[in-house]
């Protein structure tokens, strides 16, 4: 079991940065393949971001390329979403979650991640 905490959500204007953070309790951290979704009033929670377990691997929505950044610290517990240029329709609230197994055709699917977050809410505003 691993229970997630996020912090680093905010007020920024568009164009700004924000760096999530994603504190995860528990001895198995490392084990867990971790990623963020979003979900903005009236809508359907999004992929944004995923990283392998020993952060060999990373994965995009197309919507955050190159603006976007997923990394972990396994000797912190720790996954962050470094998050530049932001625009005012990344304004969301941001969930961190974390799963045993990754497959990588379903890695935009909500429902093969095991566990979730509180989620930190970031609004851009323009």
């Known amino acids: 079991q691993v229970q997630l905490v996020e912090s680093g959500g905010g007020l920024v204007q568009a164009g700004g940065s924000l760096r999530l953070s994603c504190a995860a309790s528990?001895?198995?951290?490392?084990?867990?393949?971790m990623g963020w979704f979003r979900q903005a009033p009236g809508k359907e929670r999004e992929f944004v971001a995923a990283?392998?377990?020993?952060?060999?691997?990373?994965y995009y929505a197309d919507s955050v390329k190159g603006r976007f950044t997923i990394s972990r610290d396994n000797a912190k517990n720790t996954v962050y979403l470094q998050m530049n240029s932001l625009k005012p329709e990344d304004t969301a609230v941001y969930y961190c979650?974390?799963?045993?197994?990754?497959?990588?055709?379903?890695?935009?699917?909500?429902?093969?991640?095991?566990?979730w977050g509180q989620g930190t809410q970031v609004t851009v505003s323009s």
């Open positions: 990283i392998t377990w020993s952060g060999g691997s990373t």
């Open positions: 528990g001895r198995t951290f490392s084990s867990y393949h």
């Open positions: 979650t974390a799963t045993r197994m990754l497959v990588v055709p379903g890695i935009r699917n909500p429902n093969q991640y095991e566990h």
